[in-house]
């Protein structure tokens, strides 16, 4: 079954920090690009972060830039966002996705095929 499953997700306090992980079966991540997006309650999938295929490329949003990390493991099969100085606005469902090409880190959904079924981040303050 080619799948994506995210994990890390929790319950932690404005302030501190969350690492996720998304990792593949059946599929290879290896050799593409990977982003990562959240859905935050009532309202649509928004871009979060993208990293290429080599890792050396890497794209985020504006709201998570400088407190959130995308990098991709040492066998290129799974990718990480490290997630510090979490507020609560950070609360919402996370998915992995892996991009349709291997350079292409835009924030357009569009681009992305294979998605997780996602990872839930709630921040109390």
């Known amino acids: 079954q080619m799948q994506l499953v995210e994990s890390g997700g929790g319950l932690v306090q404005a302030g501190g920090s969350l690492r996720l992980s998304c990792a593949a079966s059946?599929?290879?991540?290896?050799?593409?690009?990977v982003g990562w997006f959240r859905r935050h309650p009532g309202k649509e999938r928004e871009f979060v972060a993208a990293i290429n295929w080599s890792g050396r490329n890497t794209n985020y949003a504006d709201s998570v830039k400088g407190r959130f990390t995308i990098s991709r493991g040492n066998a290129g099969n799974t990718v990480y966002l490290q997630m510090d100085s979490l507020n609560p606005e950070d609360t919402a469902v996370y998915y992995c996705?892996?991009?349709?090409?291997?350079?292409?880190?835009?924030?357009?959904?569009?681009?992305?095929?294979?998605w997780g079924q996602g990872t839930q981040v709630t921040v109390s303050s």
């Open positions: 059946g599929i290879l991540l290896g050799g593409y690009s």
């Open positions: 996705a892996r991009g349709k090409y291997n350079s292409d880190i835009s924030a357009d959904h569009g681009n992305f095929d294979y």
